[in-house]
């Protein structure tokens, strides 16, 4: 796996044993299988998480009380080349409602033989979500603000993922 | 839970923004923004006391001259986090398409 991006990206990217085209279908309908289960915005446990497989539809979480957090707008949707979708989290771990805070993340699938696909994420544009960390440091701060959000997240991802 | 604050406005300003983006990019001098861009050298040191104080950006002192470096305590934590997010979805999902059977021949 390889890491690496500008100041305001994270760029990903990995090979996998696959046709491009079932590389596509498992990361859209398998989506909730494989994201960590502990990305949660919902106050309890999730059901699902739903990839609705289309431009304008939505990445949704439904938890066991269901409740919906919809989380990501597709913005593109060409099978079996390419994803863009928005990240519509504020850094304080929240539903981002302005749109002009929220990042993007596409996701791009190549064919390196018939039967292997390299797949490429790239989530940018991470500067925008900057108002959010600007109003916590500078009007809330200390330990309730976005540094317990983001701790929070780092706890989660702390582990070691096999890299 | 929602906040408001001035500050939501420190990138809504065009050139500011313009001025973070090449800080972003890579460390630079104030006289290397302005070479980059279309505006006086005070007009960007302007620019960056608000950045700065927003802690968008931190000025490290270099010689004669500050170099300006995103604020790590900022961007670059979201940065970090989101990276392990992603790597942790890359090697889950390349365990679910390859643990899934194949209807192909090998």
Redesign the interface.
């Given at each position: 796996?390889n890491?690496h991006?500008?100041?305001?990206?994270?760029k990903?990217?990995?090979v996998?044993?696959?046709?491009i085209a079932?590389?596509f279908e498992?990361?859209v309908k398998?989506f909730g299988?494989?994201?960590?289960a502990e990305?949660n915005l919902l106050g309890v446990a999730i059901a699902e998480t739903v990839f609705e497989p289309q431009v304008g539809g939505h990445i949704y979480d439904r938890g066991i009380d269901g409740s919906l957090c919809r989380w990501a707008r597709v913005l593109a949707y060409e099978p079996p080349n390419r994803l863009l979708m928005s990240w519509d989290i504020s850094?304080r771990w929240?539903i981002e409602t302005n749109l002009g805070r929220t990042s993007e993340?596409e996701v791009r699938f190549t064919a390196e033989t018939a039967?292997r696909t390299r797949?490429e994420?790239e989530?940018r544009h991470?500067?925008?979500?900057?108002?959010g960390?600007?109003?916590?440091?500078?009007?809330?701060g200390g330990e309730e603000g976005w540094p317990l959000y983001?701790q929070r997240?780092?706890d989660l991802?702390?582990r070691p993922?096999?890299? | 839970?929602t906040?408001?604050?001035p500050?939501?406005t420190?990138?809504a300003d065009p050139t500011r923004r313009a001025v973070?983006?090449l800080v972003?990019?890579?460390p630079r001098s104030v006289a290397e923004i302005t070479r980059a861009l279309t505006v006086t050298q005070s007009a960007v040191s302007q620019h960056l006391k608000v950045l700065r104080e927003?802690?968008?950006v931190r000025a490290v002192p270099k010689g004669a001259s500050n170099i300006y470096h995103?604020d790590p305590d900022?961007?670059?934590?979201?940065?970090?986090?989101?990276?392990?997010?992603?790597?942790?979805?890359?090697?889950?999902?390349?365990?679910?398409?390859?643990n899934?059977p194949?209807e192909?021949p090998q």
């Open positions: 796996m890491t991006a500008a100041a305001t990206s994270v990903q990217s990995i996998v044993e696959a046709p079932r590389a498992v990361f398998d299988r494989f994201k960590p990305h850094p929240q993340w039967s797949v994420i989530h991470l500067e925008r979500h900057g108002q960390w600007e109003g916590v440091r500078d009007g809330v983001l997240f780092a991802f702390a993922t096999g890299r | 839970m906040y408001d604050y500050q939501f420190t990138l973070f983006e972003a990019e890579r927003a802690q968008l995103i900022g961007l670059e934590r979201l940065r970090a986090e989101l990276d392990r997010f992603w790597g942790k979805t890359l090697t889950a999902y390349k365990a679910a398409v390859e899934t194949k192909e």
